[in-house]
């Protein structure tokens, strides 16, 4: 059987002209796993529209189209275009478990939740010709899944091929994330068993890794057998986690140990009636400082994740976020406008109080405002996100940032993450273009190598001139 898997991209993604880097960082290990349930018979065409240009000339029998918000109007489009040709069409992802009946009459079956156990029953019943429309998850568990098919990823046209997730969802649940919708009726957090985890680990090529968990430090059990099974694989790696999480035990000391050099936290907001008001009650109390002291004394870098137009926010809260990351040294931030995705709670609550402007979904991309707005009017919004971005990536706020560190060595590998990652946008666009992006890698993995701490050292940072 001829089988074409898509994940489309939106209109940004794939200009001739300019391609964030972004866009190109991880491969869709979501379709490679689902394709480890077809047949080694199959003929399985995996393309990824973000990083290639789509073939919609042939004629599969089947064709499955991962929706996420912002390219749902294209990933329809693609449907229609293929189902107009006679194809079988099936869609599944975020956004068709969000809205199941928007996404309906552009597919031949839709998946809604995931689909370990719900897409090998639909293969059992596309063979014997009884597909169903719908086809809901059941059980949640990943005791039994194949190893993902990533002989279909295209390696060389990502920046972090060895992109890897033992688990699913998350143990916590904030009113504007998605995880909620999309396993609700069953179980939002489950692991892998740790033997199968290590395994897939093993069979990934280099040193460097970047997990795309949700929360990879969210079970304790697991994730100290995962970082005491990873301690001796000489891997580097990339993860997310809460700031309760690094607070609590010993969890984060083993994950250094074991190799992370590099981690993703939602702060979201420095206000805590924000907190309380988004259901983000694990952040609550929390001591942001210590966890980055803590973070930083083990040398692992800071990505730190903020939203702005809670409704607590005012105009002062852009100026206050930016200078409080610069004073914290974190790396890299990551800035969003508040978007309320369909399903989740904050999309109820605005419906009901009938703040949603409109469902132009590809608007959906956390840079535009897409509600209406308390605390500050839309305008400031968008104009104080756009400036936090400039103003936390300006030369001065890497330099400020980096020297931070009490390590030499720390403040420079700071300094070349966050001059690399935002300062060289006409490299990475090269290097994109000429599908040169994987040799990339080997400086990235230099780059997060490990941070030795001398304590007999008094070696107080700046390998810098002081500025104002
Ligand atoms: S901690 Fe992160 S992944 Fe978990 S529910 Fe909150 S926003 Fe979602």
Request: a neutral charge.
């Amino acid at each position: 059987m001829k089988i074409k898997m898509i994940l489309p991209a939106l209109t940004e993604a794939k200009s001739p002209y300019w391609r964030p880097i972004k866009y190109s960082l991880f491969p869709p290990l979501g379709l490679a796993t689902l394709a480890a349930y077809c047949s080694p018979d199959d003929e399985i065409d995996l393309q990824d529209e973000h990083v290639e240009v789509l073939n919609t000339d042939d004629h599969p029998d089947l064709v499955l189209i991962q929706v996420y918000i912002t390219n749902a109007f294209r990933a329809y489009a693609i449907a229609d275009a293929y189902r107009a040709k006679g194809c079988y069409v099936c869609l599944g992802g975020l956004h068709v478990t969000s809205l199941p009946d928007e996404a309906m009459p552009h597919a031949d079956s839709i998946f809604i939740g995931p689909g370990e156990d719900s897409f090998p029953q639909f293969l059992k019943d596309f063979r014997k010709k009884e597909p169903k429309k719908i086809y809901r998850n059941q059980e949640r568990t990943l005791d039994a899944i194949p190893p993902v098919r990533r002989d279909l990823i295209k390696r060389s046209h990502y920046l972090v091929p060895n992109s890897i997730v033992v688990s699913r969802g998350c143990p916590h649940h904030c009113d504007f994330c998605y995880k909620d919708a999309f396993f609700e009726g069953g179980k939002s957090f489950y692991t892998q068993k740790v033997d199968a985890a290590l395994a897939e680990i093993d069979r990934l090529p280099g040193r460097h890794l970047y997990f795309l968990d949700d929360h990879l430090l969210g079970n304790n059990r697991f994730a100290t057998a995962l970082f005491d099974g990873m301690k001796g694989m000489n891997r580097v790696f990339q993860g997310a986690s809460t700031v309760d999480a690094i607070l609590r035990g010993d969890l984060i000391e083993k994950a250094a140990a074991a190799g992370m050099r590099s981690v993703f936290i939602g702060f979201e907001t420095l206000n805590s009636n924000n907190l309380s008001q988004s259901n983000k009650t694990q952040n609550l109390g929390r001591d942001y400082n210590a966890a980055i002291k803590r973070l930083h004394d083990l040398g692992i870098m800071i990505n730190g994740s903020f939203v702005f137009g809670l409704d607590d926010d005012d105009e002062t809260v852009f100026d206050r976020t930016v200078e409080w990351a610069v004073k914290q040294a974190l790396t890299t931030c990551t800035y969003h406008i508040l978007t309320p995705y369909p399903g989740t709670r904050l999309f109820k609550d605005m419906e009901r109080e009938d703040r949603i402007l409109h469902h132009e979904w590809d608007k959906y991309d956390t840079r535009q405002v897409v509600y209406k707005t308390k605390g500050l009017s839309a305008e400031a919004l968008k104009k104080g996100y756009d400036k936090a971005y400039t103003d936390f990536y300006s030369w001065k706020n890497v330099y400020l940032a980096s020297i931070q560190h009490d390590s030499l060595k720390h403040a420079i590998k700071h300094f070349c993450y966050a001059g690399g990652w935002k300062k060289f946008e006409p490299l990475w666009n090269f290097m994109i273009k000429t599908k040169g992006l994987n040799a990339m890698l080997p400086l990235l993995e230099s780059i997060l190598s490990k941070v030795k701490k001398d304590p007999k050292s008094n070696e107080s940072v700046s390998p810098f001139p002081a500025i104002a």
